[in-house]
């Protein structure tokens, strides 16, 4: 592809489609800038007027200028990058880029406004695997914060606000008391579903409407019309019930701010403190207001959102997010448990599908069976404290049942299998794919030890609990099930937690158990993913190489690594990497807990920011020398 900034207007620009699977053309655009930097943009359709670039390539250099860019080229390699007029390239792709040998590529501007390139894996020669698309990279990063401006109607469309999700592609909900303008394209706004007479000193406005807190929502560039510094929250509440033209108000940095319609740009931001206050119409039925109405009068919503019974002022949108099910729910959506897709520690998983009137979702539900211990907190306080937990490398929960004997939780569903059926298969697969899956994972761990409210150790680290997604992205599913720990607050475990092989040393002596015994269980799947075997092989023909990590020292020691990675021509091509990452599984799977990095360290390590020391023997008083 190779696409210029000389080109006229059908050229010159790339349209996305409007909705998945609707190729009408939609509102973003990818376009050149006279001043030669490539751009998106939203456009006021049906027209082409363009409103204010959320990504640009920093390409510009004045109206003809030597530096200014004027051509972008997708190349053999699968490389995007723009060239200036003095012939200087700008890649645009950073990092490493699937190689075009094993490789399919397409950049596309998807229909959610997100430039991205993916790769699919071609056939291998027994023509057994077939993968599909995934991304490789993807601009801008968060368009939720990089749509700003006063004008268009952002990411989502007016009335809504916009999460960005693990893909770092904009998730779209509606406000309460809103429902979507058209069912079947959630990025095509909301409107209101009741509106109610507002009479400036009439009746008690309290009778008329309620307030719905949405903690963290922002809608930082529009539709304000009045400000004033507070003495109290409830002061703010209170002035949005009486003024008529207040719809949403805002509470950021000790200001109260009052929004009228139509609210554009949207969104939420979990690191900022703050609150939108929503005024909504009291329904007819008061016991019941949900989050995003079906529209059929008379039918159960079966949308997967919460349905909120007496709405409370500490609602939070993270919580709507997450949906109580029946048992007869979830008995249904998995055809009575007939589809399973495996055994844990915790309980079985089955495949189900999650129907509303436009929209269809996979899903796996896990039975749990051994995760309620006497003393343990309550269920669903547990199943919300889980569903708060978002990141990039985490299977996210959905909802949950907690009805009489039956506890279930409803997972996202994960098409690609486990990292175990990926990693321990005859074909090796591409050493740079799985470099990018131990780090994906390495993130998730930082995000459950440090970057949590509240932090969780996972305790059963293992490449049967790392989940694939479309794109192949490492999802850490199971966090939270074991106990959740408050803070820096350690514990005594008796009964061991996790799965031969994984288990770091201090579970058999009664120690302290710290986030550092899922450091020792991914420095053990570390090691797996660089040698593609598991650590345990019993069926060896050298009984010193059953356990890999009995060996892998002395393999590092003596220089011997390139044993670790033979038939593996991708790894032996980059043996300086496999040392390094040896040495950090090394690190990782130290006896002595207080030698092991923490997993923001690893990440560092792996990433290249922090450098690696010559790790010591991790069993000190073995006999290996």
Known sequence: MIYSAKQKTHGAKLYSRQTDYNYSKGRFQLRFLPTGDLVLNTIALPTDFAYGNYYHSNTSDGLN?????YKVVFNESGYLYVIRRNGNEVNLTFGNIASTGDFYHRATLDFDGIFTLY???????NGTWVQPWFSVWYEPKDICADMTGDEGEGACGYNSICILDSFGRPTCECLPGFSLEDPNNKLSGCKQDKVRKCEPGGSNPKQLFEIHELPNTFWPFSSNYERFPLSSEDECSRSCFTDCNCVVATIRDGTCWKKKLPLSKGRLERNTYGKALVKVPKSDDSSEFPLSPNKDEGKKDQTPILKKQKPTRESSLLETNIRSFTYKDLRDATDDFRE???????????????????????VAVKKLDKLIQEGEKEFTTEAIAIAKTHHKNLVRLLGFCDEGPHRLLVYEYMSNGTLASFVFRISKPDWNIRIQMAVGIARGLMYLHEECSTQIIHCDIKPQNILLDDSFTTRISDFGLAKLLMGDETRTQTAIRGTKGYVAPEWFRSKHITAKVDVYSYGVMLLEIICCRKNVELERENEEDIILTDVVYDYYKHRRLA???????????????????????IWCIQEDPSLRPTMKTVLQMLEGVVEVSVPPSPYPFSSIC
Do not use: C, Q, W
């Open 119 to 125: 790769a699919h894996p071609k056939a291998p020669r």
């Open 563 to 585: 044993i670790l990675v033979e038939n593996d021509e991708e790894a032996r091509n980059d043996m300086k990497r496999v040392e390094r990452i040896v040495m950090v599984a």
């Open 340 to 362: 399973e897709l495996g055994r844990g520690a915790f309980g079985t998983v089955y495949k189900g599908v999650i129907s509303s009137s436009s929209s269809r979702r996979e």
């Open 65 to 69: 200028g030597m530096n200014s860019g």
